[in-house]
T-cell receptor, first 113, second 113 residues
Framework: GDSVTQMEGPVTLSEEAFLTINCTYT??????LFWYVQYPGEGLQLLLK?????DKGSNKGFEATYRKETTSFHLEKGSVQVSDSAVYFC????????????FGKGTLLTVNP | ETGVTQTPRHLVMGMTNKKSLKCEQH?????MYWYKQSAKKPLELMFV???????ENNSVPSRFSPECPNSSHLFLHLHTLQPEDSALYLC????????????FGDGTRLSIL
């Protein structure tokens, strides 16, 4: 079945450090891929998405490239800020007309000043 | 303002109580979802509604009863809950088709005494 595996946290970085959060997905169907972010006390917000192989999603300095050959969608940011501290979720849909999302377990990121 | 509004934000109830969670979306979407978010567990999809029709019930116990009177409103009726049902309950909506992201509310934090 569909599944998403992302690196376990927590991840702790200093401000302006480089961030990578790894995500891989099962290669079933033709999914769209998403990164969501959850700030403390809030719901999930869409951060970026990619709908086909080699697409790059980007938003707020974050980027992720849909790599079909490695079934990966790693999240990167060149210089993190304290305000980026949150839980990050990788997700895929089931493809086709089924719009069910499968989420990874989430990675807690803490950025220290 | 997320476009998806959930009430109440916090709810404390006893195991014999009956209460309802409400979700309203102002985005013109046709699909709505209930998720359960527990500590240290992946996000669990509970129910999916598309154009007011339930299309997914992810083996959810009958003490959770969803209702979708129209495409903009979704309820989760609760009765005779157990302590393990304490969690953050998230509502989401989407346009439904592949590639369209889900938009989440801020959730209802439910505590069962």
């Amino acid at each position: 079945g569909d599944s998403v595996t992302q690196m376990e946290g927590p991840v702790t970085l200093s401000e302006e450090a480089f961030l990578t959060i790894n995500c891989t997905y099962t290669a079933t169907g033709y999914p769209s891929l998403f990164w969501y972010v959850q700030y403390p006390g809030e719901g999930l917000q869409l951060l970026l998405k990619a709908t086909k192989a080699d697409d790059k999603g980007s938003n707020k300095g974050f980027e992720a490239t849909y790599r079909k050959e490695t079934t990966s969608f790693h999240l990167e940011k060149g210089s993190v800020q304290v305000s980026d501290s949150a839980v990050y979720f990788c997700a895929r849909n089931s493809g086709g007309s089924n719009y069910k999302l499968t989420f990874g377990k989430g990675t807690l990121l803490t950025v220290n000043p | 303002e997320t476009g998806v509004t959930q009430t109440p934000r916090h709810l404390v109830m006893g195991m014999t109580n009956k209460k309802s969670l409400k979700c309203e979306q102002h985005l013109g979407h046709n699909a709505m979802y209930w998720y359960k978010q527990s500590a240290k567990k992946p996000l669990e999809l509970m129910f999916v509604y598309n154009f007011k029709e339930q299309t997914e019930n992810n083996s959810v116990p009958s003490r959770f009863s969803p209702e979708c009177p129209n495409s903009s409103h979704l309820f989760l009726h609760l009765h005779t809950l157990q302590p393990e049902d304490s969690a953050l309950y998230l509502c989401a909506s989407s346009q439904g088709s592949q590639g369209w992201p889900q938009h989440f509310g801020d959730g209802t934090r439910l505590s069962i005494l």
